[in-house]
């Protein structure tokens, strides 16, 4: 019997939640252990304990895996770094706050942070967990164009919706080239403990302009 009157999932319902918990765990675990490129379905497929058929009623394709996974992973770091944010001394280090999990997650296995990258740029545009990816960098943005509006409104400076989120994109566009260059030198071994400052001497600059740029407006 269904468990439609009682407000809860029904069986059906709940097999497919649980079918889709373990491929998605699955293939967070496999990106992790051996890196996107060498992981097959078929692996995804056996440790989720799923024929593969079932796993591409879950999701068609690698790809759609990847995107699944790093999507909740790029969730989570955006999260983590807006509470930071709040916690952070000045302007350059409540934004580097918002962006730090998101770098040190690329430093962990490079290779997929740069497939994550590129599928989000060039992937197709009809697949719903890239207009998800693209809506977490927006999300993001945001997130470092309230801080640069809060750091202008301390200041006393007046700013437009407009040059924040000028400003904003500027400060993820150099985030975003730092994710390309950790993908493209460090290994899963090396770490971005230690302060980045050629991304921090950006942010200073990104940020110098923005505001000085809004003062003579005002």
Do not use: W
Request: cysteine-free.
């Amino acid at each position: 019997m269904a468990d439609t009157d009682s407000g809860l999932p029904g069986r059906r319902d709940r097999n497919m939640q649980e079918k889709r918990d373990r491929i998605f765990a699955a293939a967070a675990e496999l990106f992790a252990e051996k890196g996107y490129d060498a992981v097959t379905t078929r692996e995804v497929s056996d440790r989720a304990d799923v024929a593969a058929g079932t796993l591409f009623r879950y999701a068609s394709s690698k790809v759609e895996l990847l995107l699944m996974v790093y999507n909740e992973q790029f969730r989570l770091s955006l999260e983590a770094g807006e509470e930071r944010s709040g916690q952070a001394g000045d302007v350059i280090d409540r934004l580097l706050a918002v962006v730090d999990p998101i770098l040190r997650s690329a430093a962990m296995r490079p290779e997929n942070a740069a497939a994550y990258q590129r599928e989000l740029i060039f992937g197709a545009q009809s697949e719903p967990h890239r207009a998800a990816g693209i809506e977490l960098v927006r999300l993001t943005e945001a997130a470092l164009g309230r801080v640069l509006a809060a750091e202008a409104d301390r200041r006393g400076i007046t700013t437009t919706p407009g040059a924040v989120r000028a400003a904003s994109r500027s400060v993820f566009a150099a985030v975003h080239l730092d994710v390309a260059r950790i993908a493209a030198t460090l290994t899963p071994a090396e770490s971005v403990s230690d302060p980045e400052d050629d991304l921090r001497r950006q942010l200073r600059q990104i940020v110098d302009g923005f505001l000085a740029d809004n003062d003579e407006r005002n």
